[in-house]
């Protein structure tokens, strides 16, 4: 019989589709992704990724920060000296999502004033009362 004890691993599992959508749901979460695109340039300290990350309150990021960190997409590092100084740093499985993502975000901003005219003239529509 062979298994983890044997040396060898054990077989995967099928990808359930609803695992699938959770993670989904957790990478592409409204802050998720800027905070791993913001990473990709390197390990950032608490403060430069609130800085860097527009509108992101200090406790969104500390949550955020801390699911990233549960799914292995980023580690946290403390180093002991005073006061403690502790960085953010992409794992490798974090660094795929950043290439997997980067197209998505180019979009994002590429299209950004399309979106901006587009949500104007449907809410200039949508906005008028009717008689």
Known sequence: MSGP??????PARP???CQAREVLGIVG?????LIVRNLSQGP?????????VDG????M???TLRGLE???????????VMPPHVSYELTPMGRTLREATAPLLEWSITHLTHIDAARAVYDA???TPST
């Open 15 to 17: 990808a359930d589709p």
């Open 5 to 10: 004890a044997g040396g060898e691993s054990q």
């Open 44 to 52: 950032r300290r608490f403060t430069e990724l609130k800085r860097a």
């Open 61 to 63: 990021l500390t949550v």
């Open 125 to 127: 529509r949508h906005d």
């Open 56 to 59: 992101i309150s200090q406790r």
């Open 29 to 33: 979460d409204k802050w998720s992704l």
């Open 70 to 80: 549960r799914d292995g997409i980023l580690t946290r590092t403390v180093l002991n």
